[in-house]
């Protein structure tokens, strides 16, 4: 049985992956993650490092974070509970999608997944209380590498569905991008 459905978004190389639970009357069981069901975008990547958050009020973003290079990652995300809006933004140099950004809901009732290739910002607004998302990544986090856009550049202008009720103080303090920015070069 085929557990995942692999759809293009609007950005090159992103992909939305929906799972396919098995369903009866005692719940489901349904497969996050298999490296050869996923073989045709995952390639040979490893998953290096799992990650799982919870974000406790409605409204909250996170992010927009990113790896530099040589530490660029591939991510996988789902919401394990709740609802998201899931936001990735093209980073890399070259680029026909250079900046432009893609949003997803995520949750619990839709059972998708973002595959986010190497080379792209990722973050995401709370839409309810209590969302948990969990992260695979192809590599493991490096804090010197870490980086960040911030959330409300104009020049990004994401459309947020609510309110911004909360962002950490690091994601507040990402600057705003100049025209030096030149991107990711991978």
């Given at each position: 049985m085929k557990r995942f459905n692999v759809a293009k978004?609007?950005?090159n190389d992103l992909r939305v992956i929906h799972r396919q639970p098995i369903s009866d009357e005692r719940g489901y069981l349904e497969r996050v993650f298999c490296s050869d069901e996923l073989k045709s975008i995952i390639g040979q990547r490893n998953v290096m490092q799992i990650n799982h958050t919870l974000t406790g009020k409605a409204g909250t973003v996170r992010g927009m974070h990113f790896q530099h290079p040589p530490y660029a990652e591939m991510k996988?995300?789902?919401c394990l509970r709740g609802e998201v809006f899931d936001v990735s933004i093209d980073l890399r140099n070259g680029s026909p999608t250079?900046?432009?950004w893609h949003g997803e809901i995520l949750s619990e009732k839709n059972h998708r997944t973002v595959c986010i290739p190497e080379g792209f910002a990722h973050g995401f607004q709370s839409l309810t209380d209590n969302c948990e998302l969990l992260y695979l990544h192809t590599t493991t986090y490096s804090p010197d590498a870490e980086a960040g856009l911030n959330a409300l550049d104009a020049r990004l202008a994401?459309?947020?569905p609510m309110p911004i009720t909360e962002r950490s103080l690091r994601d507040k303090q990402h600057t705003m991008l100049t025209?030096?920015?030149?991107g990711l070069f991978l």
């Open positions: 978004s609007s950005i996988l995300v789902s250079f900046l432009h994401i459309k947020w025209s030096e920015f030149e």
